[in-house]
C-alpha cells in the first residue's frame, strides 16, 4: 500500500503544519517532569498518530500506545498506565501516546475520563494525546490539563506538490482532472488521498475510460472478480467505498449464491471469516485503526472466477419471500402461542411448534386461533415430513 | 473624517492579509485569489503555509519544500 511504503519516517519528511510540528518537537525537546502533556487536535490522515510514532523513534523513547477503547475504565487505566508511570526508572524511556483520546465520551465511559485526568495533572513520563474533536465536555476536562496543538488540513496545492512527488517515484502520473478530484475528494486527508490515487491508477479501465471512484457495489463485486491481476483487483477493492460491514456482507452474498465447488467454497468463506472477525474485534474494542488491514484480508478473495457474480442477498428469491411473508405470520402465531403457554417466542418456536403442527395434522389437538393463521398452519403442516 | 478613511483602509487591508497564504520557499504570497485549487481550499482553516504556483512548477518542488521547511523550523532537523 502506498500509504505504507510513503509513510514519512522522520519528522522532517511530513508535508504541511511546519509550525505545529515545530512546537511539537520544541516541547518534547524541553520536556522535564511535571510537564504538561501535549494535545494535539485535527482531522484525520494528517499525521497526528505519524508524528507520536516519530517522536518516540527520533528521540530514543519507548512508546506505549495506547486508543480511547484502552483507557475507557478506570479499571482499565489502573492495570495499563499506571504500572509504567510507576516504574519510571526501571523501564527505561517511556513516553505514552493516547490515540483518538476523543473517543473516550460515550455510554462506555466507565470513569475512564476522570481517572484519565488525574494521570495527565501529575505526568513524570512525557504524554501526547491526539484527537480529532475538542469540543465535547470530556474533552474540555482533559484541555484544562494539557497544553493543545492545532493540525489543520493541508492546503490542496501543497497536497499537489506531495503527490506529484509520489507519482514521480512510482514513475506514473494522473490527468489533471484526475488530479483535482483525487484532492478534492480527500478533502485535505493525505492518507485518504494516496489510497485513492493508488486505487485510481490500478483500477483504471482504459477501454472504457471509466474510473473506480464511486463505483457501486455490484460493478466492484463484479470487477473484483474479473481483474486480470491482484493489483487491479487491490485497487478495485479500495475503490469499493462502502461500510466495512457493507463490504463483507457483499461479497458473502455474492459468493454464496454463486455455483462453487466446496473446495473454493470453503476457501472463500475462510477469507469471510477471517474479515468479519476483524471487524468484530473493531466493533468490540472501537480501534478503528485496525480497519486499514481489513483490505489486506480481503484480497485473499482474489481469483480470476467467472462463477461469481454479485448478488444482494445470500439466499434465493422464493425462501427470501417465504421467509419475508410467512414470517410474519409466523412470529405472530408465536407471539399468541407463548402467552397462552408461558414461554418466550424464540422457545415455542423452537421446542413447541414442530410438535403442535404434528398434533394439529393428526388431529390430537384443536386451537381456538384467528382464521388468518389457517393458511400459515396448513403451509408449515406441508412441510413436516 | 480623515482619520476615519485611514482606519477604514487599515481594517480593509488586514481582512485582505487573512486570505492569503504565504509560500514556504520563497516567502512572497502563495497567490491564493489566482489558485487553481481556490474552489476547494478553506483558507482559513488550512496550514498557514503553502506553496506558490511557480514554485510548484519547478522541477523538483517537493524538495525545495522540504528545504524550505527546515530552513525555517531548523528544530525540525533534529
Known amino acids: 500500500m502506498w500509504s505504507e511504503k510513503y509513510r514519512p519516517q522522520i519528522i522532517s519528511d511530513m508535508v504541511g503544519n511546519e509550525e505545529p510540528r515545530a512546537a511539537i518537537m520544541e516541547w518534547f525537546a524541553k520536556w522535564k517532569k511535571g510537564t504538561k502533556p501535549l494535545l494535539i487536535v485535527g482531522p484525520p490522515g494528517i499525521g497526528k498518530t505519524t508524528i507520536g510514532y516519530l517522536l518516540a523513534k527520533q528521540f530514543g523513547y519507548d512508546l506505549i500506545g495506547l486508543n480511547a477503547s484502552d483507557v475507557r475504565s478506570k479499571s482499565q487505566i489502573n492495570e495499563i498506565l499506571i504500572p509504567v508511570l510507576g516504574n519510571v526508572s526501571v523501564l527505561g524511556t517511556p513516553m505514552i501516546f493516547i490515540d483518538e483520546v476523543d473517543g473516550i465520551h460515550g455510554r462506555g465511559d466507565y470513569g475512564g475520563a476522570a481517572a484519565l485526568v488525574d494521570i495527565l495533572k501529575k505526568p513524570n513520563v512525557p504524554i501526547l494525546l491526539a484527537a480529532n474533536f475538542d469540543d465535547s465536555d470530556k474533552m474540555k476536562s482533559i484541555k484544562k490539563v494539557t497544553t493543545t496543538i492545532s493540525f489543520k488540513k493541508i492546503p490542496p496545492r501543497l497536497l499537489r506538490v506531495y503527490l506529484d512527488n509520489i507519482l514521480k517515484k512510482e514513475n506514473t502520473k494522473l490527468s489533471p482532472g484526475s488530479l483535482i478530484k483525487v484532492i478534492d475528494n480527500s478533502r485535505g486527508d493525505i492518507r485518504s488521498m494516496i489510497n485513492l490515487t493508488q486505487s485510481l491508477l490500478t483500477g483504471f479501465n482504459p477501454s472504457t475510460e471509466t474510473s473506480f471512484e464511486s463505483i457501486n457495489v455490484e460493478d466492484g463485486i463484479n470487477a473484483f472478480f474479473k481483474a486480470n491481476s491482484i493489483e487491479e483487483a487491490r485497487g478495485v477493492l479500495y475503490s469499493i467505498q462502502i461500510a466495512p460491514r457493507d463490504k463483507i456482507n457483499a461479497f458473502y452474498s455474492s459468493i454464496v449464491t454463486s455455483d462453487l465447488d466446496s473446495d473454493a467454497l470453503a476457501k472463500y468463506l475462510e477469507v469471510i471469516s477471517n474479515a468479519d472477525m476483524l471487524l468484530g474485534k473493531i466493533m468490540k474494542t472501537q480501534n478503528w485503526r485496525l480497519l486499514r488491514y481489513l483490505n489486506d484480508i480481503l484480497i485473499n478473495l482474489y481469483q480470476k472466477d467467472d462463477r461469481i457474480r454479485y448478488s444482494k442477498y445470500n439466499l434465493s428469491w422464493p425462501l427470501l419471500n417465504r421467509i419475508r411473508w410467512d414470517g410474519a405470520k409466523i412470529k405472530s402465531l408465536s407471539s399468541i402461542m407463548a402467552k397462552k403457554l408461558h414461554l418466550s417466542s424464540s422457545a415455542f418456536v423452537t421446542l413447541c411448534l414442530p410438535y403442535v403442527l404434528f398434533c394439529i395434522k393428526n388431529k390430537t389437538l384443536e386451537l381456538e386461533l384467528e382464521e388468518t393463521f389457517g393458511t400459515i398452519i396448513d403451509k408449515e403442516i406441508e412441510l413436516i415430513q | ?78
Open chain 2, 1 to 78: 473624517m480623515v482619520k476615519l478613511k485611514s482606519m477604514k483602509l487599515d481594517f480593509g487591508q488586514k481582512c485582505a492579509q487573512t486570505d492569503e497564504l504565504q509560500c514556504i520557499v520563497c516567502g512572497s504570497s502563495a497567490g491564493c485569489s489566482q489558485c487553481e485549487f481556490q474552489d476547494i481550499c478553506d483558507i482559513p482553516n488550512v496550514s498557514q503555509l503553502c506553496i506558490c504556483k511557480k514554485c510548484s512548477d519547478e522541477k523538483n518542488a517537493f524538495d525545495s519544500y522540504q528545504k524550505s521547511s527546515k530552513k525555517k523550523f531548523s528544530i525540525l532537523n533534529s
